[in-house]
């Protein structure tokens, strides 16, 4: 355990809508990444960070942003989701001493 | 790059019978790997690591094997129990957050 938290769980929303989604974090580390879980693609970067206000860019981070305003805090937008953004969606953290990253449960999201 | 992957999408196992999952991987310079766990519905779940100046290493019903000569890796359950059944990713060195992940091998537990 990791001390992850992730809301909403889950989430059905409309194409074109704004969708936030915030993990939360009690242990104080340093690097927050999220990723996309979608079937036949496996686990995706989408965002990471390594630091209040030191975010980058994955593998698929069009139609996403990201904000780290407090070290607890990593919040993902979809600033207007569409039908293909319709995926579980995972936090995670890394240790600073190590290279296992932890996930959060999980966020399902489904755009209608 | 690296690249992992895992020789099959589906394994169907006796409970009580022993499981192998294996992985391959592309760059023979990784120096770490990792399996995961992802029950139905969760997060995955870090279930044991090794490092390439390892050949095997053993944890709680668990045995991760790496023969780096054909970069070949694998993971053993042993006694497989109906909690056992779940997703099971093997990941290396690569990308911007350190892992690349393969897709996943789902094992199915027969009573």
């Known amino acids: 355990d990791a001390g992850i938290t992730q809301s909403p769980r889950h989430k059905v929303t409309e194409t074109g809508t704004p969708v936030t989604l915030r993990c939360h974090q009690t242990e104080n580390h340093r690097y927050m990444y999220w990723y996309r879980q979608d079937p036949g693609h496996g686990l995706r970067l989408i965002h990471y960070?390594?630091?209040?206000?030191?975010?980058d860019k994955g593998e698929v981070s069009d139609g996403y942003s990201v904000s780290r305003s407090k070290t607890e805090d990593f919040l993902l937008t979809l600033e207007s989701a569409t039908s293909s953004q319709t995926s579980v969606y995972f936090c995670?953290?890394?240790?600073?001493?190590?290279?296992?990253?932890?996930f959060g449960e999980g966020s399902w999201l489904t755009v209608v | 790059g690296e690249s992992v992957g895992l020789h099959l999408p589906t394994l169907s196992v006796q409970e009580g019978d022993n499981s192998i999952i294996n992985c391959a991987y592309s760059n023979s310079a990784s120096d770490y790997f990792i399996w995961y766990k992802q029950e139905s519905g969760k997060g995955p779940q870090f279930i044991i690591d090794?490092?390439?100046?390892?050949d095997k290493r053993q944890g709680q019903r668990v045995t991760v094997l790496l023969n780096k000569t054909v970069k070949h890796l694998s993971l053993q359950i042993a006694a497989t129990q109906p909690g056992d059944s779940a997703v099971y990713f093997c990941a290396g060195p690569g990308g911007a957050d350190g892992l690349t992940f393969g897709k996943g091998t789902h094992l199915i537990i027969q009573p």
């Open positions: 090794i490092r390439s100046n390892m």
């Open positions: 995670a953290i890394r240790r600073i001493s190590g290279n296992t990253i932890y």
């Open positions: 960070s390594y630091g209040v206000k030191d975010t």
